[in-house]
């Protein structure tokens, strides 16, 4: 059966960011300690190694390859893009002309992709690619 799961990190009296929310203060204030168990806070390439080090120490442990999904907005993913961090990138295009926005795409690296699946619906297409290291051209 297919699973829907949410997941959140809430404190002891139902709050998922402490009071004084804003641009600057993106947790609230006091709004960290919600993260301390598997939040990094020195930087994205800090966290994804962090995050791929548990991984392959879990998957030791199980006897089976266990992968790290970077989940987040345009910004994100992008940087994690250009910073080299990202084996696979799996894009779902929507058939829509917004016109202004966030890139994905920012043109301050590189990217080769190797394509590896094409799945097509009547709402969108799911493009799954292999991100070659260095922008390398094959």
């Known amino acids: 059966m297919t699973r829907i799961i949410a997941d959140i990190s809430v ?8 009071p004084g929310l804003g641009s600057d203060n993106g947790l609230g204030t006091g709004g960290e300690a919600l993260h301390t168990w598997t939040f990094v806070t020195t930087g994205l390439a800090d966290a994804v190694t962090v995050a791929r080090e548990r991984a392959e120490a879990a998957s030791s442990g199980s006897g089976r390859d266990l992968d790290v999904v970077l989940m987040g ?66």
């Open 11 to 18: 404190s002891l009296d139902g709050f998922v960011t402490g």
């Open 73 to 138: 907005g345009g910004a994100t993913v992008g940087s994690a893009l250009d910073a080299g961090l990202i084996d696979t990138l799996s894009l779902h295009l929507a058939p829509v002309v917004l016109g202004a926005g966030t890139p994905l795409f920012t043109g301050k690296a590189p990217h080769t992709l190797v394509q590896r699946s094409v799945i097509t619906t009547t709402t969108a297409t799911h493009l799954t690619y292999d991100v070659l290291p260095g922008g390398v051209i094959r």
